[in-house]
Structures are given as structure tokens and as C-alpha cells.
């Protein structure tokens, strides 16, 4: 029964404006949500989202720690849908939009009282009913990103502008209902220089063309097509250029197709455009969930096998999470102490708090409380829904250029930013001595040797993760084209290539020419190499698998034949200066020339993983290093757009030299700012070595941070680098870190795969093994989805996480 308590008539509640976040659907702490029995609890006075049923009961927590007493509980209840209702109205455009749900449930609220053990409050309170408005017509927080319609701009090219039409001989309008090398009927481009027809590519699920489109492009060179059943009277059609590798418009469609003979304002559009393709793969995609033999893959759901909802682009960020929240490491920092964590937190918006969202998200995965199954009409088991990470994202990604948004991004340069959020905010709590991301650290060493007097330098780097270069073999294609039975050979272009191979590859010696020796004074040639110094606990290995062709980024779909049994990555350590070598003397010789060493720069500290993948992508190393300066370490997409806008400035291919300023201000004495200090003390680091890389990055906090964490664990006096710490002698093989002196055997127990043939789209799904012995066994995350994986293929893999075997 509703009753008038003391604190609802003495409340004073301000109605959440237009900008607040208000967390109505979800709980903060929790992935309990609205649907279930118990619904969820607004807070009526910061708006917070908690459960009040269930074994957490965050609303009540939340009262007690805030004083903040009154709720509006909200719970969704789904209305039986009718055959004839309304059909939603045909999307056109490249776009998510708000769907109204008022047809699809009802919604029931009601106030409650926390100072009163929970008890119902009577409804129409006029100091309370204005808020309670504001609250059930608010926008849901973690929606309020995803609202605001994303969309594909297509434009034009100059390859659509300076078309030169010449028909091919026998073309005709009766041939362009099939494809000219196939069978086909759907899914057909015509060449707009000679109108040639012919199907699109073949997707990764065996759906779509044969390739002809795209043969005959390679064959003749004609670069744009449009795709019949798309156009429209209007004069617009799906059009493609496949120099650019992209969707383009034209805007002379209508002059560009009277050449054969084609009236545009007569044509109907009878087939789904890229854009609505693409939009429905966003919104709901699904690839084969079977074996070769057509056999369905087994749905699971339990601790450890919840899958993650897919938010609109958000598989890249998914699969990374399962394999990295698979790790034991991860799991035990952030679920077992979870319950410890809400109960201790001082932050009073969880929603905000990373390390609420770790906790919360590790509970959500390893509780199994989220991972049920569904059950179909006729009782056969479906799949499990899966938990919304929005909250989670949300939180850690923060202000981020590219992951705040809804776009598609790379899952190797989430994973980076996800490692370096982690840390930071790990360094904040116990000075980092619980940070899971340690399970990634190990060092790399960088040996030198001047071939003209034998002397050598190591130096010693810490590292998260290696990057992998391929191996390009071409195998010959098939001779008959046009036969379906053809397809799937006609598709592979690549020999596979073993995983030991790419590891030679990666550790081989290197010529350096035009190399300074310190000892010869003199430019000569050296050896150079990069093995490993120690190993990780997780190695955690990218495949460099785009490179630039035409200057447009191309995936390389080279299948790496990776062993599921232990590998020894022994061969590949380093060894240090071995006895009888004798090290190369310092580079700079202050005391020689006091003034000409103040006049060095100091050399800003660059992601070398980003700069090698750019490398791997056909950019020389000199734009390569200068872009991933000039856009501030910021991961490989954005420094690959920062060397296409500047490809045409004159100084792109000369050096950047960094100021003199700044490298006189590390040789000076230490001056930086006290509250820069304070905040990165607050992370966990040594004051002296803050105050060295704030001179060193003149005095750029952001720049410091990142240096810091480039090069933790390293020593030295502020502005004297001349005992470089990272120079090393090793007599011995270096050791390997975590509490193991000679391990290096690892095993494949996670991977993340790109799906599809553009860098620019596609899906990530994640195979994870898990298990002991005999009860190893693989599954397979599929956003929501999760099934038992009988046969785990990590030959066309992205992202490899090999587990030492200690």
C-alpha cells in the first residue's frame, strides 16, 4: 500500500535537464536490467540506475552511501504483438535511428522510499511528480551516443568525373540480367566504361558473387560500376570505384547510362543498395554457425561463456574483452571482488567509474546469472541474449577521437588503448600492484653489431605485444573461370605460411646501412635484430595483415598455420653481449662537447608497433614516424589519414627534428609544473622520473604519461641520460619475468578474426579455449552467441594470445 512518508514530503528534487545522464533501463553496478521482475530504480536525486532484487540489491547500497532515499522504479513488460500491426517504416539510408518502443511495451512505475525499508510512496506528490516526468520521458544514458543517426557520406571521384564510355562488342540490354561468367542473376555490376556485367565478391559466408565484378576490373583496368536493381528514377544508383575501394556517387549517372541505351527515369529499384545491406549486417549480423558439414554448432551459456551484445559496431571491442577478461589474471582482479568494490567505492556516479565498469563487466561474464539460454516454440534451445557492455564502453572510452564514436574500429588498437586505460587507472589503487595488464609485459632486445669493428649495443625495451609480419606466396589460380564449382578455389590467393616462418622473420638480422659507429667515427654497416629479452605471461601477437596497394589499404587473407600444441619460443631469445664481445661506447660524449650535446634534441618517445604496421602497409619510415609524432601516438588509423592529407607538402619526406628548446631544457635545471607532477603522482609514479619525462616532453603531460608507461620500470637522474639504463650486458640468456627463469613454451588459448574482405568493415568474432588437460575445449563468441567450437581455425586470425605453459 502507497503511503506519504517524511522524506518524500520534505524532498527537494531538481528534474534531470535535457543534458543530465539518467540511468533508466539499466543497473550502474549490474547488467540487471528494467525486463527482469524487479525492474530498475532511479535514483530521483542523481539519477543513478540500481537493481533492488536479485543478490545485489545496488538501489538499496547506493541509498546508504549517497542518503539519497527516494526512487522511481521502472519495469518493461513486452505486449503481445498482433499479425496485423503496422509494418516499420523501409530504411534508405546508411543510418540508425531512435526506435520508438511504445507499441512494442508497457511500462510500469512507482516511487519508493529507501528510509522506509522500501515502501511504496503515493503517487502525484507535487514536489516529486515533476521530476518523476522528467525521468520516464528522459533518454536512457548509455543511448544517448547511439541516438544521434551515424551515416555513410558517399561522394564522388575523379575516376566517375573523367569516365570515357567505349562499349564493349555484342554488349546488349538483354544480357544485363546475368552475370557474363556465370549463372548469376543478383547482386550483378555493370562496368560503366564498357558494360560488362558481372556479380559481386563472394562473402566470407559463402554468400553473395563469384568475383567476376572485380576479375574484370583487374583484367581491363576499367575502375567504376554501378549495380544493377539499384538504380532509381531519380537518377541514383549503388556505384562503386574499385581504385578508390570504396562507394562513391555519381553524379552524371544518367548521362553516363543513355550510352547504353538506358532511360533512367523509366527504372525501378528492385534490389537492396550496400547501404541497406550493411545497415541490416550492423544491426543483426550473423555469419554460419555450423561445421563444414553443415552440422549446427551447440549453444552454450554459463561462468565464462556470456556473450556481449553487439551495441551497432561494437564486435571489435567485444571479442577483445572476451579473450582479455579469459585471461585468469583479469578474472580474478575484478570478479571476485567485485561485491568489495561497490560496497567501497567513493565515486558516486559508477556509470563513470572504470573500475566500477571492470568489476561490473567481469561479474557480468564470470557470474553466469546473464548467460541463459532461450527457449524456442517448439522447446529446442536458441541462443543466450548476451549483455550490453554500453556502460562499460561508455566509461573507457571516454573523450577517445575514435572509440567514443559508433564507428567500426580496429580490435588490435582497442585492445592497446583498453591495456594503457587499465593501467593508469590500476596505478591509482595500491600503486598498481593488483594491474592485471602485467600479464602483457616483457621486454625486447634491440641488438646492434658494426661489421667493421665487431662491437655491439643491446637495448633492452618493454613491450605489451609483438606485431607479426607475413609472408606473401601467391598460388596459381585455377584456369577455368565461371564455374561456381570454381569459386571457392578462385578466392584463394594466398599459400599458407607457417607461424614459425613469420617468427623468423620477425627476429631476423637486418643490414643497416650508412650505420654511425660510435667506436669507427665513420658510416658503416651493421647487423641489427629484435628478440625477445623476457616473456610475458600472455603474449598477445598482431598480424600485419593490410598493406597499402594503389595507396589504399588492402587486407591480406594469408592463412598462418598456427599449432594448437605448445610452442617454444626459446629460439627467438636474445642473449645480450656474449663473452668476448665488446660494447659499443655511448652515442653522446657530453663531457667531449658540453655545449654541442645541449644543442641535441631530445627525441620524442613513438609507438614503434604503429610505426611498423604502417611500414608493413608501404609507407616509408619517414612519414610513418612523422605521422604517428604529429597526431600524438594515437594508433595506426589516424596516422595513416594525417599521411593522405599531407601527402602533398613538400617537406613529407625530410625528417622532423625537434626543438632545441626542449633539448635544452632537459640539460638544464629541472623546472616542470607542480600539479602535472601531482596528478601523475596520484597514478603511482616515482616523482624524480616524472619530473625527467615531463623535461623531457617539454613539459607536456599527455606526452609524459605515455612515456612513462612506454618505459616502466626504467631508471635514471632527471636530465642526465647518460647512463642509458636500457644499454645491457647479459652473459646468460635473458630471464623471463613473472616469477619464471626459463619458461618459453606458450599455447594458443585465444584469438580474435576479422571477418570480411575491407579494412574498413567487416566483424570480429573471438574463439577462446578453456580448460585443463582432457577438458580443454574451444568455444566460439559470436557477439551474443556462444557455441562450443568443435573445430577452431586460427589460420585467417588478427589477434593470437599464447599462455605460457609454466
Known amino acids: 500500500m502507497a503511503m506519504i512518508c517524511e522524506h518524500a514530503l520534505n524532498s527537494r528534487l531538481t528534474p534531470p535537464s535535457s543534458s543530465t545522464p539518467v540511468y533508466k533501463e539499466e543497473c550502474t553496478q549490474c547488467f540487471d536490467n528494467h525486463d527482469m521482475d524487479g525492474g530498475i530504480e532511479v535514483c530521483l536525486s542523481c539519477f543513478n540506475g540500481g537493481c533492488s532484487e536479485g543478490p545485489h540489491q545496488h538501489a538499496q547500497q547506493h541509498s546508504m552511501k549517497t542518503g539519497h532515499y527516494l526512487t522511481l522504479n521502472i519495469r518493461r513488460i513486452a505486449k503481445t504483438q498482433s499479425s496485423d500491426d503496422e509494418r516499420p517504416a523501409k530504411q534508405t539510408k546508411l543510418e540508425i535511428r531512435e526506435e520508438s518502443d511504445e507499441n512494442k511495451y508497457e511500462y510500469q512505475t512507482f516511487v519508493r522510499c529507501w528510509g522506509c525499508s522500501g515502501a511504496k510512496v503515493e503517487d502525484g506528490l507535487e514536489n516529486i511528480e515533476p521530476t518523476v516526468q522528467a525521468v520516464i520521458h528522459a533518454v536512457e544514458a548509455s543511448k544517448g551516443s547511439e541516438i544521434k543517426a551515424w551515416s555513410e557520406e558517399v561522394t564522388a571521384c575523379a575516376h566517375f568525373e573523367s569516365l570515357e564510355q567505349s562499349l564493349a562488342d555484342g554488349f546488349g540490354l538483354e544480357k544485363m540480367h546475368q552475370c557474363s561468367s556465370c549463372d548469376k542473376h543478383d547482386n550483378l555490376w555493370m562496368c560503366l566504361v564498357c558494360g560488362h556485367v558481372g556479380c559481386g565478391r563472394r562473402q566470407y559466408d559463402g554468400t553473395g558473387g563469384n568475383n567476376h565484378a572485380i576479375e574484370h576490373f583487374e583484367k581491363t583496368g576499367h575502375k567504376v560500376s554501378i549495380k544493377l536493381g539499384t538504380i532509381t528514377p531519380e537518377g541514383t544508383a549503388d556505384a562503386y570505384c574499385y581504385a578508390c575501394d570504396d562507394n562513391k556517387m555519381d553524379p552524371n549517372l544518367a548521362r553516363h547510362l543513355t550510352a547504353f541505351g538506358i532511360n533512367v527515369s523509366a527504372q525501378q529499384k528492385t534490389e537492396k543498395s550496400i547501404a541497406e545491406l550493411q545497415l541490416e549486417q550492423n544491426l543483426k549480423f550473423d555469419f554460419s554457425m555450423t561445421t563444414a558439414d553443415g552440422v549446427k554448432l551447440q549453444p552454450v551459456a554459463g561462468p565464462g561463456l556470456t556473450g556481449l551484445r553487439n551495441l551497432g559496431n561494437s564486435c571489435y571491442m567485444g571479442s577483445v574483452l572476451q579473450c582479455v577478461f579469459g585471461i585468469d589474471r583479469f578474472r580474478d582482479r575484478y570478479f571476485p571482488s567485485a561485491a568489495e568494490h561497490f560496497a567501497m567505492c567513493t565515486n558516486s556516479r559508477p556509470a563513470q567509474c572504470v573500475l566500477c565498469q571492470l568489476h561490473k563487466l567481469a561479474d557480468g561474464l564470470w557470474s553466469g546469472r546473464y548467460a541463459v539460454l532461450d527457449t524456442g516454440s517448439e522447446g529446442e534451445m536458441g541462443h543466450q541474449r548476451g549483455i550490453p557492455p554500453a556502460q562499460f564502453k561508455s566509461a573507457i572510452a571516454k573523450d577517445h577521437y575514435e572509440f567514443s564514436t559508433m564507428r567500426q574500429q580496429d580490435a ?395
Open 412 to 806: 588490435f588498437e582497442f585492445f592497446q588503448h583498453l591495456n594503457k586505460q587499465v593501467n593508469i587507472i590500476e596505478r591509482s589503487v595500491a600503486s598498481g600492484s593488483r594491474d592485471p595488464t602485467k600479464v602483457f609485459d616483457y621486454s625486447t632486445e634491440e641488438r646492434i653489431q658494426c661489421t667493421q669493428c665487431k662491437k655491439v649495443r643491446c637495448k633492452i625495451q618493454r613491450a605489451i605485444s609483438a606485431s607479426l609480419p607475413v609472408i606473401k606466396r601467391f598460388v596459381e589460380q585455377p584456369g577455368s573461370q565461371g564455374e561456381d564449382d570454381d569459386a571457392d578455389a578462385q578466392k584463394q590467393h594466398f599459400a599458407p605460411v607457417s607461424f614459425k616462418e613469420c617468427l623468423d622473420l620477425m627476429t631476423r638480422d637486418e643490414t643497416v646501412e650508412g650505420y654511425n659507429c660510435p667506436e669507427c667515427k665513420v658510416a658503416t654497416l651493421a647487423v641489427k635484430s629484435t628478440r625477445f629479452a623476457t616473456f610475458p605471461k600472455v603474449l598477445a601477437v598482431q598480424v600485419r595483415r593490410f598493406e597499402l596497394v594503389n595507396w589504399v589499404p588492402q587486407k591480406l587473407d594469408i592463412p598462418i598455420v598456427v599449432p594448437l600444441e605448445p610452442v617454444d619460443l626459446g629460439p627467438y631469445q636474445g642473449h645480450g653481449i656474449r663473452p668476448g664481445e665488446e660494447k659499443l661506447p655511448e652515442t653522446e660524449e657530453a663531457e667531449q662537447d658540453n655545449s654541442n650535446t645541449q644543442s641535441q634534441p631530445v627525441e620524442e618517445a613513438i609507438d614503434e608497433t604503429v610505426v611498423e604496421q604502417l611500414e608493413s602497409m608501404g609507407f616509408p619510415r619517414v612519414r610513418c614516424v612523422k605521422a604517428v609524432r604529429k597526431t600524438g601516438n594515437c594508433g595506426a588509423e589516424v596516422a595513416m589519414n594525417w599521411i593522405f592529407e599531407h601527402m602533398d607538402d613538400p617537406d613529407i619526406d625530410v625528417a622532423d627534428e625537434p626543438s632545441t628548446q626542449s633539448a635544452a631544457a632537459s640539460h638544464s635545471s629541472p623546472s616542470v609544473d607542480p600539479e602535472a607532477v601531482e596528478q601523475l603522482m596520484a597514478m603511482g609514479f616515482d616523482r624524480r622520473r616524472i619530473e625527467k619525462e615531463l623535461i623531457n616532453a617539454g613539459g607536456d603531460p599527455n606526452r609524459a604519461l605515455d612515456r612513462l608507461l612506454s618505459f616502466d620500470g626504467e631508471s635514471g637522474d632527471v636530465g642526465n641520460d647518460a647512463n642509458d639504463a636500457n644499454d645491457v650486458t647479459m652473459a646468460s640468456p635473458a630471464k623471463a619475468s613473472d616469477d619464471s627463469e626459463t619458461a618459453s613454451k606458450f599455447e594458443l588459448t585465444g584469438f580474435v578474426s576479422h571477418k570480411g574482405s575491407s579494412v574498413h568493415c567487416g566483424h570480429y568474432i573471438a574463439n577462446i579455449r578453456q580448460g585443463l588437460g582432457s577438458d580443454t575445449q574451444w568455444f566460439l563468441f559470436n557477439d551474443s552467441k556462444v557455441v562450443l567450437q568443435t573445430n577452431p581455425d586460427p589460420e585467417q586470425a588478427y589477434i593470437y594470445f599464447f599462455t605460457r605453459s609454466d
